[in-house]
């Protein structure tokens, strides 16, 4: 049962007659808890037995732990999670950028929605929308954590939607015309080609790569030579066969940090499991493209494991990638003389200005789209992860996996048609050069037998 106390103030070191209530309860622990400054002996009675009340319902939450810093719970929390390295690195440059300069000091039980809003909104001003919404949404991960170790009784932030006043919109409907004025979104097959041609048969085969079987860049640098292998699924009496490339692991490259203190530690640069269940899976190539797989694995050196790297069979680092294949391959080069330390080299003009090897990822996905791939299918070969009950009860059948590829041979033909070309290098077999003894697809009506280089 809740009791009041009195409690004297205090003047000059000395005690007064003036007093207030000190309200007084018994938490579950069996310890004391106390809470001041009640005016009436009724009015502290009264707070002790919400309390005790509050306990009995299994919805109390101790004041003191409620008062509890922002800051102090959120290394907390993130000291007790575990995912990726590249996700905490992520979260604390989210928490050391944005989140900890506003929120650092705030009691846990003082955050409300308005008050987060309205931050967030601000900082849309001065960056990126979705870094807003980025920090939002972690901001609400570590409060949906403080409500389950009992410190706050709900989450203000969760299930809400943000608001964006007109500025922030206004905002990001200049950054969308200037995006849809000047950048690539995805690329077309003849171009894809051309910049392909001009990069060469190693740098090349990884962007046509990408954008017909759709990697991930870490999963890409990922593959090895005998990532190739094979599907065999029942089909008609017989069996379906197709060239496959094993997605099972992939390349990451950050700045690691103490999951507990966010202490920047030194740059990781090596092999990481998938990120998800979903990003676990067997890309179905074409003729074509399991063609230029066979001769990119042949025109390798043995001692290089890896199907995409540098000349000295390193990974690529991304910024070095851009850098040096992308940004002159797409956004085209100038001329330069030859000098002392360098070799002339020939002016290129723009063929795909902005294009990205994550653009390359949306053409793949953009390609499905327009065959009207199945969408098991389609989710499967993007290594995406499909919401709701169909998820559970449609499965990729292989007569879809032959339209789909049947589409992407066909793409990939008319482009060639198109450029008047019979193959993509120079120097390089002919296009039409497989015979049909050596078919990649034995035994599959319905798909063509003959292969593309």
Known sequence: MAYAEKVYKVRNGKQTKQYTWRACYKKPDGSKGTEPGFETKRLAEDYGNQQEALMKMYRWVDPERAQTPFGKWAREWMASRAPRGQTVTTRWDRLDTHILPRWDHTPLISITWFDAEAWANSVSLTHDDSTASQCLTLMSQIMTGAVDAGRILVNPLAGRRRSRPAAVRERIQQKAIKRAEGEARWADPERLLRVARRLGPLDGTHLIT????????????????????????????????????????????????????????????????????????????????????????????????????????????????????MRPGCDGREAL????????????????????????????????????????????????????????????????????????????????????????????????????KRSLWPGVSGLRSRSIA
């Open 337 to 436: 003389e030859k000098s002392k330390g360098h070799r002339a080299r020939e002016a290129w003009e723009p063929i795909i200005p902005g294009l990205t090897m994550d653009l390359l990822r949306h053409t793949h996905d953009t390609y499905q789209a327009q065959l009207d791939v199945a969408e098991p299918l389609q989710f499967e070969q993007a290594g995406h992860r499909r919401a709701g009950i169909k998820a559970v009860y449609q499965h990729p059948t292989p007569d879809m996996r032959i339209h789909r590829l049947n589409g992407l041979q066909e793409i990939f033909e008319r482009a060639m048609r198109n450029l008047g070309w019979d193959r993509i290098w120079e120097g390089t077999e002919m296009i039409s050069g497989i015979s049909p």
């Open 210 to 325: 990408t954008a017909f079987a759709g990697p991930r860049w870490g999963e890409g640098l990922a593959l090895r030579k005998d990532s190739l292998g094979e599907r065999k699924e029942p089909h008609g009496g017989g069996f379906f066969t197709c060239p496959v490339l094993r997605v099972r692991e992939e390349v990451a490259e950050y700045q690691t940090r103490d999951p507990a203190t966010g202490k920047k530690g030194p740059m990781f640069f090596g092999l990481e499991p998938l990120k998800t269940d979903g990003s676990l899976r067997d890309v179905d190539l074409p003729p074509f493209l399991h063609f230029l797989t066979l001769a990119q694995i042949a025109r390798l050196p043995d001692k290089v494991a890896w199907l995409f790297c540098t000349r000295s069979g390193k990974w690529w680092r991304n910024s070095n990638f851009g850098r040096q294949v």
